[in-house]
Each structure stands twice: as C-alpha cells, then as structure tokens.
C-alpha cells in the first residue's frame, strides 16, 4: 500500500507525561503501517469519510473525551476500531461491579462498528481485548529477587 493510498489512522492520548498514554497504541508492537498518527483532543486532526480509524487510549470511555468521540463520530468513516480502551462512566473502589448491576460503559462507543475495551464485565457489553501496552517488552525484564532484612523494634 503506497502512503498516498494508506488511509489508516492512528487517534490515541498523545501524552509524553503519562507512560501508560504514550505506550498504549497497538503500532509500537504490531507491523501496522500508519499515514498519520495523531492525538484524539487534537481537534485539527483532519479525518476523511474514508479513514480507516484505529483509536484508543486509557479512560477514552468518560465525559472528558466525549466532545472529541462525538467529533469522530459526525465524520462518519469507513470503518472505526476501538482497541483496549478503558472506560471510566462508573467508577466505585469499594466493590467488584458485576451482574450488571451499573452501566460501566455509558453511550460513548456505540457508533464505533469494532469495540474491544480493556474493562472486563458480568455481562460483557464489548469484547474483551488488553490495551497493547500489555506487549511492552518492559513486562518481559526479569529482575533479581533481592533479599529483604526486617527489624523488629521492640
């Protein structure tokens, strides 16, 4: 595929002070070949009815992107891959959310025609797919155990 013809694009959290934003795009492990890639609050970021749109990011799925979802979703593209995204429309600390017992994904996906988010549910309203960032070769880095002296104070 010529650059001229590649109509892929890449929409994620461009954010070089946040690791997990920065590493989370699926082309820092897979052979994919991107025209562009830009930053999903970039609202300059020119998006054609044919792109071919691969986006994600950590809580994509919360009010604060939403006006930038919305903007994706008046350009009506082709085709729209959301891949491991997180989803943060109901956030509780306390407990495990199962059983469907809270809307943990909202509306914010559903003009997206391919969902994987990164939240696991009972029920699971979209498939289940790791952010990439799960493919960092930092997570293949042995380390030495190092033995820990404990003091007891009387």
Known sequence: MTKSSNKLKFLFRADKTNVGD??????????????????????????????????????????????YLDRIKK?????????????????????VLINGEYDL???YFDFIGDVGTRVYSEPQKFRYVPCASCMNNLFFKYREKKKQAFFRIL
């Not at 919360?62 to 006006?67: D, E, M, R, T």
């Not at 729209?80 to 306390?94: E, F, P």
């Open 105 to 107: 994904y909202g509306n």
């Open 75 to 95: 350009k009506d593209l082709s085709q729209t891959i959301l891949w491991g995204a997180g989803v943060d429309s109901y956030v509780d600390r306390t407990k």
């Open 22 to 67: 920065w590493v989370c795009p699926p082309f820092h492990y897979f052979p994919f070949r991107p025209n562009l890639i830009g930053d999903v609050i970039n609202i300059n970021f020119e998006l054609n009815s044919e792109d071919i749109l691969i986006l994600g990011g950590g809580g994509i799925g919360s009010k604060f992107f939403s006006p």
